[in-house]
Nanobody
Framework: QVQVVESGGGLVQAGGSLRLSCAASGRTFSRYGMGWFRQAPGKEREFVASIGWSSVAKYYADSVKGRFTISRDNAKNTMYLQMNSLEPEDTAVYYC?????????????????WGQGTQVTVSS
């Protein structure tokens, strides 16, 4: 059984930073892509960033490019999302997801395992 657990959310002022972590277990972490998605109140879940198994390929949503950085540590079975220059529009529940594929992808249908989410609130 694959499990992913997010941590690191919280309340931050606009312009601030947060780092989310996602710990994975239940399969060989280093062989699969991982991703972050988010869902704001009243909105559909949207893609944020993804990373391939080797960290070479990374994709970002246009709305976070240049502000967010995705990374992973295969030795620790952990993925990260460094979020800088946060804006109130970034307020959402952030979900970690584990892909069925080895490479990075933005399609949510390729992700089979999801965490419970961690709340990120950015105040203006």
């Amino acid at each position: 059984q694959v499990q992913v657990v997010e941590s690191g959310g919280g309340l931050v002022q606009a312009g601030g930073s947060l780092r989310l972590s996602c710990a994975a277990s239940g399969r060989t972490f280093s062989r699969y892509g991982m991703g972050w998605f988010r869902q704001a109140p009243g909105k559909e879940r949207e893609f944020v960033a993804s990373i391939g198994w080797s960290s070479v390929a990374k994709y970002y949503a246009d709305s976070v490019k240049g502000r967010f950085t995705i990374s992973r540590d295969n030795a620790k079975n952990t993925m990260y999302l460094q979020m800088n220059s946060l804006e109130p529009e970034d307020t959402a529940v952030y979900y970690c997801a584990a892909s069925l594929l080895t490479y990075a992808t933005s399609e949510s249908t390729n992700f089979a395992y999801w965490g419970q989410g961690t709340q990120v609130t950015v105040s203006s």
